[in-house]
């Protein structure tokens, strides 16, 4: 029997790395809707041509009918038709539509990059180091979580600061988190649109606690942007349920999860530098010392179209095979040993193994693993709808974390990462903070600001907030760029210069009323 050893390691925390039976039995189960599968299936045509024949006018369909056809040329010629009903951005199916999750692409062009073998068979997991997905009801009452006993508090690394504590407003009384020292759980609550994502979870004493708090939209991408950049307890930055087999589609009929994959790797198969790649944010905090690979965590892998999955004996991996050929896994995590990991929810009834060990199933696992290659490009993206869609990489650079340091007035402001802003209570007299540390600023890989282009700040703010973004010279520290002081609303367009040596982003209150501060920086057309 082989082992399995599973953890992660967050981009702020170096917890030990422990070993864990591979074979983790999963227990209990749920049935999915027979009823939106069979909605799902008939609007799936049956090939990337049809799919595409599908959304197009005739008279274009011909143009994007192989995989060299430009995305751009796909979305520019296309007529979008929505074939399908599905709720997005629920608590059963989270994100939007348009979500990567959610999206698959057509004529992938797979690069030569696969998955190498290491310790032990590769794995699709419900165990101790996958993670339960709780809903909250609207009944729930709120629950503080605080931080590990003798910590200075929880890590909110959107933040970038520990926070004495967090109240969930809404958790739900049957929330357990995972057994593995990971301690995964997230929990959803459809009132407030937000998926509550913990790390290093546990319930001591009837006390709550975890290592790391971070949230993301349920109604959104289900990844990160360079202003929000940590949105989940994986190291890619995302939740720990999205991408996750959930226990409600195991028995739903269908014949593939329709959604892409959540999957880990291990060191060998995990790129250095960079150690992410869109649409994540992050990556493990030691990627570039540690990982020997060449996939970066954000890339999506799939089987080619030609794999025959006709031979897999297991009819669960056989529907994974199938999931793999037609949306792909996005690698989100690290393990320790196991080529890949495929994250099934905690209390899924979709053991592989059938609670023993079975050959048969270990040896189809190493021959997907043979089989899947990272994605280079596609010929196009069809939405959870059907309709063609194509991803937005120019996204806000600018979050209004601090530090801050305070100029004048007599309290600071907090950056409320809920609202993505800087919150002031009601000031007599008004309040001027600044941060000069450059930590607002995007650092992800592939949204950096470029020197030459053209930029536009819009700031969003309440009760009579203001804003303002300077850029001082390297030279003379004279302001290279200034935006002046800017109430909501108000814009300001500028070139990003070669060079700089520091940024200034001010958060100004309002008088006599509580008022917030955020604006976004984004790259102009």
């Given at each position: 029997?082989?082992?399995?050893?599973?953890?992660?390691?967050?981009?702020?925390?170096?917890?030990?790395?422990?070993?864990?039976?591979?074979?983790?039995?999963?227990?209990?189960?749920?049935?999915?809707?027979?009823?939106?599968?069979?909605?799902?299936?008939?609007?799936?045509?049956?090939?990337?041509?049809?799919?595409?024949?599908?959304?197009?006018?005739?008279?274009?369909?011909?143009?994007?009918?192989?995989?060299?056809?430009?995305?751009?040329?796909?979305?520019?010629?296309?007529?979008?038709?929505?074939?399908?009903?599905?709720?997005?951005?629920?608590?059963?199916?989270?994100?939007?539509?348009?979500?990567?999750?959610?999206?698959?692409?057509?004529?992938?062009?797979?690069?030569?990059?696969?998955?190498?073998?290491?310790?032990?068979?590769?794995?699709?997991?419900?165990?101790?180091?996958?993670?339960?997905?709780?809903?909250?009801?609207?009944?729930?009452?709120?629950?503080?979580?605080?931080?590990?006993?003798?910590?200075?508090?929880?890590?909110?690394?959107?933040?970038?600061?520990?926070?004495?504590?967090?109240?969930?407003?809404?958790?739900?009384?049957?929330?357990?988190?995972?057994?593995?020292?990971?301690?995964?759980?997230?929990?959803?609550?459809?009132?407030?649109?937000?998926?509550?994502?913990?790390?290093?979870?546990?319930?001591?004493?009837?006390?709550?606690?975890?290592?790391q708090y971070a949230w993301s939209s349920l109604k959104?991408?289900?990844w990160g942007d360079p202003a929000h950049y940590f949105?989940?307890?994986?190291?890619?930055?995302?939740?720990?349920?999205?991408?996750?087999?959930?226990?409600?589609?195991?028995?739903?009929g269908d014949t593939v999860f329709r959604h892409a994959?959540?999957?880990?790797?291990?060191?060998?198969?995990?790129?250095?530098?960079?150690?992410?790649?869109?649409?994540?944010?992050?990556?493990?905090?030691?990627?570039?010392?540690?990982?020997?690979?060449?996939?970066?965590?954000?890339?999506?892998?799939?089987?080619?179209?030609?794999?025959?999955?006709?031979?897999?004996?297991?009819?669960?991996?056989?529907?994974?095979?199938?999931?793999?050929?037609?949306?792909?896994?996005?690698?989100?995590?690290?393990?320790?040993?196991?080529?890949?990991?495929?994250?099934?929810?905690?209390?899924?009834?979709?053991?592989?193994?059938?609670?023993?060990?079975?050959?048969?199933?270990?040896?189809?696992?190493?021959?997907?693993?043979?089989?899947?290659?990272?994605?280079?490009?596609?010929?196009?993206?069809?939405?959870?709808?059907?309709?063609?869609?194509?991803?937005?990489?120019?996204?806000?650079?600018?979050?209004?974390?601090?530090?801050?340091?305070?100029?004048?007035?007599?309290?600071?402001?907090?950056?409320?990462?809920?609202?993505?802003?800087?919150?002031?209570?009601?000031?007599?007299?008004?309040?001027?903070?600044?941060?000069?540390?450059?930590?607002?600023?995007?650092?992800?890989?592939?949204?950096?600001?470029?020197?030459?282009?053209?930029?536009?700040?819009?700031?969003?703010?309440?009760?009579?907030?203001?804003?303002?973004?300077?850029?001082?010279?390297?030279?003379?520290?004279?302001?290279?760029?200034?935006?002046?002081?800017?109430?909501?609303?108000?814009?300001?367009?500028?070139?990003?210069?070669?060079?700089?040596?520091?940024?200034?982003?001010?958060?100004?209150?309002?008088?006599?009323?509580?008022?917030?501060?955020?604006?976004?920086?984004?790259?102009?057309?």
């Amino acid at each position: 029997m082989s082992m399995l050893s599973s953890s992660t390691r967050r981009v702020v925390c170096t917890a030990a790395l422990m070993g864990v039976p591979f074979l983790l039995s999963a227990c209990g189960g749920g049935s999915g809707s027979s009823t939106e599968a069979a909605s799902l299936a008939t609007a799936s045509p049956t090939s990337d041509a049809a799919a595409l024949a599908a959304v197009l006018p005739a008279s274009t369909a011909s143009v994007v009918s192989t995989a060299t056809t430009p995305p751009a040329t796909v979305a520019a010629v296309a007529t979008a038709t929505t074939v399908s009903t599905i709720k997005w951005g629920t608590a059963t199916r989270p994100f939007a539509a348009n979500s990567p999750w959610n999206s698959r692409p057509l004529s992938a062009k797979l690069s030569n990059i696969g998955i190498p073998p290491s310790q032990y068979f590769p794995a699709v997991q419900a165990g101790a180091y996958s993670t339960g997905v709780f809903t909250a009801a609207s009944t729930d009452g709120a629950v503080e979580v605080q931080g590990p006993v003798g910590a200075a508090g929880i890590w909110n690394p959107d933040a970038q600061q520990m926070q004495a504590s967090v109240t969930i407003p809404r958790w739900p009384a049957s929330a357990v988190p995972a057994s593995g020292s990971d301690g995964h759980c997230d929990i959803i609550d459809p009132a407030t649109g937000v998926i509550h994502s913990f790390w290093q979870l546990k319930n001591d004493g009837g006390v709550w606690r975890a290592t790391q708090y971070a949230w993301s939209s349920l109604k959104g991408r289900g990844w990160g942007d360079p202003a929000h950049y940590f949105q989940g307890a994986r190291a890619a930055a995302v939740p720990t349920s999205a991408g996750l087999i959930r226990k409600h589609e195991v028995s739903d009929g269908d014949t593939v999860f329709r959604h892409a994959l959540a999957m880990s790797l291990t060191y060998n198969g995990l790129a250095a530098t960079p150690g992410h790649a869109f649409p994540a944010t992050a990556a493990d905090h030691d990627a570039a010392t540690t990982n020997s690979g060449a996939i970066p965590e954000g890339a999506l892998v799939m089987l080619p179209s030609t794999f025959d999955t006709s031979t897999i004996t297991s009819a669960r991996l056989r529907r994974v095979a199938d999931t793999l050929k037609r949306y792909g896994a996005y690698v989100v995590d690290r393990n320790v040993g196991t080529p890949f990991v495929i994250y099934a929810e905690i209390g899924a009834d979709f053991d592989l193994h059938d609670g023993g060990w079975n050959s048969s199933v270990a040896a189809d696992l190493d021959r997907v693993r043979q089989g899947l290659r990272m994605v280079e490009s596609a010929a196009a993206w069809l939405d959870g709808n059907g309709a063609l869609t194509v991803f937005n990489k120019n996204l806000n650079l600018l979050s209004m974390r601090g530090p801050w340091r305070l100029q004048s007035g007599a309290t600071l402001g907090v950056f409320n990462s809920w609202r993505q802003g800087v919150v002031f209570p009601a000031m007599s007299s008004k309040v001027v903070q600044v941060n000069t540390s450059g930590s607002g600023l995007s650092k992800v890989a592939w949204a950096l600001p470029q020197p030459g282009k053209a930029y536009k700040i819009t700031v969003k703010a309440s009760g009579g907030g203001q804003f303002r973004f300077v850029l001082s010279n390297c030279t003379d520290k004279t302001k290279t760029i200034d935006s002046g002081v800017m109430d909501n609303a108000g814009t300001f367009q500028f070139t990003w210069p070669a060079s700089y040596c520091y940024s200034s982003v001010y958060a100004i209150s309002g008088l006599n009323q509580a008022s917030t501060v955020s604006a976004d920086l984004i790259q102009m057309p």
